[in-house]
T-cell receptor, first 114, second 111 residues
């Protein structure tokens, strides 16, 4: 089972601020993901990475950006936060294993932009 | 793209009752995963299914990969209050290995 950590757990911030949500995993997984989830709603893929220096946009358009400089680290950045960015952000990782791939999620960051 | 229909959207049951929820797909899937999400937490993997007809149990939970490869169900027997949460199905099909999530089933268990 993967150990995947997200910080902060909760963040309340004013409009226009730059924020970075941290995600780290200790299992050496190649693939990492960011999902956005509104309360009680489905998960929407916003970014993913197949490995170092690989980043791709997901199904849901997002104004956030990501980077993957190290295998274990996949931070997400919002250059200028807006109230519409208020949501829960979930990071996940998996081994590259084709059809048997399983995603393991962090505890999430609940972002509130005032 | 691939779409999943998960039902029911929500369930209110009494402690001790059995629960069943399911997901159907418009296309054939190679993998079905079932997750549970507690409030304020990330989803936790419950059961993974990889073969049509496969039936897998995890304690009081049982999930099956449908023979047509277009559906899966999750059963919870003898529900307890800590079963409360949102249950998500997720499926993967085709060649891109991208995981598609259902919209979730919110389960409430009354003691």
């Amino acid at each position: 089972e993967a150990d995947i950590y997200q910080t902060p757990r909760y963040l309340v911030i004013g409009t226009g601020k730059k924020i970075t949500l941290e995600c780290s995993q200790t299992m050496g997984h190649d693939k990492m993901y960011w999902y956005q989830q509104d309360p009680g709603m489905e998960l929407h893929l916003i970014h993913y990475s197949y490995g170092v220096n690989s980043t791709e946009k997901g199904d849901l358009s997002s104004e956030s950006t990501v980077s993957r400089i190290r295998t274990e680290h996949f931070p997400l950045t919002l250059e200028s936060a807006r109230p519409s960015h208020t949501s829960q952000y979930l990071c996940a990782s998996s081994e590259r294993a084709g059809v048997t791939e399983k995603l393991f999620f962090g505890s999430g960051t609940q972002l509130s932009v005032l | 793209g691939q779409q999943l229909n998960q039902s029911p959207q929500s369930m209110f049951i009494q402690e001790g009752e059995d629960v069943s929820m399911n997901c159907t797909s418009s296309s054939i899937f190679n993998t079905w995963l079932w997750y549970k999400q507690d409030p304020g937490e990330g989803p936790v993997l419950l059961i993974a299914l990889y073969k049509a007809g496969e039936l897998t149990s995890n304690g009081r939970l049982t999930a099956q990969f449908g023979i047509t490869r277009k559906d899966s169900f999750l059963n919870i027997s003898a529900s307890i209050p800590s079963d409360v949460g949102i249950y998500f199905c997720a499926g993967r099909g085709g060649s891109n290995y991208k995981l598609t999530f259902g919209k979730g089933t919110l389960l409430t268990v009354n003691p």
